[in-house]
């Protein structure tokens, strides 16, 4: 384990111009003392807080591979089907690895599918064998839902429009029975038993209003309110979860939660791009944390969130990756600058500085991943440092720039020489020193490519069924 970070420049985020070098020592896990550089640094480096990704699922390739490219959510997420289930463990190294190898410390991982055929708390235990593995902080949200399998409402609708072999397929992939409210509880607090330990830890994970009825959401805010387990769920992502919300929830989807239970500082809401004022307040009085997905929500159609207005009312806002980076590549650095750039403020009205990002996003992804203190790189935190190649990162050199400037103007993985977890170098230039990426990524494209044939009568199928789906909801949930 490495005892010693020699010879970087500490990122200021408070407005002021960095210092000359310095070393920073590590002992069980945090930064122990800070002090001037003993020897003048042959190559120059930037230290910064490690990012965390507040909202990921983990996926082991891009569903872009498997033909969901261009499409909303509403179908983005049928298409899912089509990846055959792999080795939970392979799955999990790829998809924690890049994002350490991009700069994420921590990681939430929304984990929405169970690949089987192993019960799913042994396939937990691979997942966290991945983590441990990796070195990254994980925190797993246990997917939980009772509803509305293939569609927000009137699935019989859908499934009358198809012919009755493809309906059969269909019907086959989506509407198993789902298990009862005391079960999703019970085995959510079975795999956080057998799992937890210091880097590893797990929350409830209900999907979202849509696809969770009353009865399972008030249950999980009680259980949360007993056990103090954190809550990670998607909130209002699209236009027709807007819509399905109004219909089903008159007096408000936010307020509903706040009378099951649910709006408590433990909720982690991701997306809200279609958040109102009044709801933004809500959440706001409440604690609870915003994790907003930039690149998500355009790969998907979902819109720009509401951020700027939800920092100017006091939400704490956090940011995912959410497997679908600008270039589908993971790239938290990228990611964090492209949430600055939409969410900062427009002209000379500013909501919010840099500096002053960064450190949000960091310490709020932080408490909502459950990990330990605010990021901030001092003595006594925890050694959760991301290191960039400064000399890269100011490629033309003619002059002093700040390297904030540097950061928010061009600042990327590529750019990540070092990250450490509680003291553990877990990345160096661009590669992950626990596992063999490219190993496990190559190994993933063989198994996926074995494995397609037997996705074959499900393709085949879409063709009938997205049209279905597109119709249902352009005509039934279209107006927001």
Request: proline letters at 6%; charged letters at 20%; one cysteine or more.
């Amino acid at each position: 384990m490495t005892d010693r970070l020699s010879g970087v420049v500490l990122l200021p985020t408070d407005g002021a111009s960095a210092g000359p070098p310095v070393d920073l020592s590590i002992r069980d896990g945090r930064i122990a003392e800070i002090t001037a550089a003993a020897d003048p640094p042959t190559r120059r480096l930037l230290a910064m807080p490690a990012l965390v990704n507040a909202h990921d699922h983990a996926r082991p390739l891009s569903p872009t591979s498997f033909g969901a490219a261009d499409k909303p959510l509403e179908t983005w997420l049928l298409r899912l089907a089509a990846m055959p289930a792999i080795d939970p463990y392979l799955g999990a190294v790829a998809a924690l690895g890049r994002a350490a190898r991009a700069g994420a410390g921590s990681v939430m991982a929304h984990y929405t599918r169970f690949h089987g055929p192993m019960a799913p708390i042994d396939e937990a235990k691979e997942i966290a064998r991945a983590a441990r593995d990796v070195g990254l902080r994980v925190t797993l949200a246990v997917f939980m839902r009772d509803r509305n399998p293939l569609v927000y409402e009137g699935e019989d609708s859908v499934l009358m429009k198809l012919p009755d072999d493809v309906r059969a397929v269909i019907e086959t992939q989506f509407l198993s029975s789902m298990p009862g409210v005391v079960e999703q509880i019970a085995n959510v607090e079975a795999i956080a038993a057998e799992t937890e330990g210091a880097l590893f830890s797990v929350q409830f994970g209900p999907s979202g209003p849509q696809w969770c009825s009353d009865a399972l959401i008030a249950a999980i805010g009680e259980a949360s309110r007993q056990t103090g387990r954190r809550v990670h769920m998607h909130l209002l992502e699209t236009r027709y979860q807007r819509a399905f919300a109004d219909r089903a929830y008159p007096e408000g989807v936010v307020e509903r939660l706040k009378t099951l239970g649910l709006l408590t500082p433990r909720l982690t809401l991701a997306h809200c791009v279609h958040a109102r004022p009044a709801e933004l307040d809500a959440i706001a009085a409440a604690g609870a944390i915003i994790a907003t997905n930039p690149s998500s929500n355009l790969h998907l159609k979902s819109g720009i969130a509401p951020i700027s207005e939800a920092l100017s009312r006091g939400c704490r806002v956090a940011l995912g990756v959410d497997g679908s980076a600008f270039d589908e590549d993971d790239d938290i650095v990228r990611e964090m600058r492209l949430g600055h750039f939409l969410h900062g403020g427009w002209g000379f009205d500013s909501v919010i500085e840099r500096g002053a990002w960064l450190s949000a996003i960091v310490a709020n992804g932080r408490f909502a991943n459950g990990a330990p203190g605010p990021g901030a790189l001092t003595a006594g935190a925890p050694a959760d440092i991301l290191v960039l190649d400064l000399d890269a990162l100011d490629r033309d050199a003619v002059m002093a720039v700040e390297p904030i400037d540097l950061v928010f103007a061009r600042a990327s993985a590529a750019h990540v020489a070092r990250l450490m977890v509680a003291g553990r170098e877990i990345v160096r230039d661009g590669r992950v020193t626990g596992v063999d990426l490219n190993a496990a990524e190559g190994a993933l494209r063989r198994h996926y490519r074995e494995k397609m044939p037997s996705r074959a009568a499900f393709v085949e199928a879409w063709r009938d069924l997205e049209p279905a789906v597109a119709a249902h909801y352009r005509d039934g949930l279209g107006c927001c």
